[in-house]
């Protein structure tokens, strides 16, 4: 059973920054995609940002230019750097790890808090 789980949560004021980090129990460069999505209580999770496992890289409107991703194969770990953060930039952060291929079996973390309040 492949495990996920995310880290780097926390309290920042607008304008700072933040990096949440995802490890699996798996080696990541065997999904083949790894993405953030984000919620907030009531909403449906939205998508923030994704790396394929060949180095493509999309993000959504809202966080692009502020947030960046990235993975370390050495750590095991695929990472979202955010800075010039915004009070809506505030949600659980949860990772998705796809293993198999386009049409193959996703997996979550449990998610972190982010939030961005002066």
Do not use: H
């Not at 009531?42 to 993975?71: K, L, M, P, Q």
């Amino acid at each position: 059973q492949v495990q996920i789980m995310e880290s780097g949560g926390g309290l920042a004021q607008p304008g700072g920054s933040l990096r949440l980090s995802c490890t699996s129990s798996t080696r990541i460069d065997t999904f083949y995609y790894m993405s953030w999505y984000r919620q907030t209580p009531g909403n449906r999770r939205d998508f923030v940002a994704t790396i394929y496992g060949d180095g493509r890289i999309g993000y959504d409107d809202s966080v692009r230019g502020r947030f960046t991703i990235s993975t370390d194969k050495a750590s095991n770990t695929m990472s979202l750097e955010m800075t010039n953060l915004k009070p809506e930039d505030t949600a659980v952060y949860y990772c998705k790890a796809l293993l198999g291929g386009a049409g193959g079996d996703d997996y979550w973390g449990p998610g972190t808090q982010v939030t961005v309040s002066s």
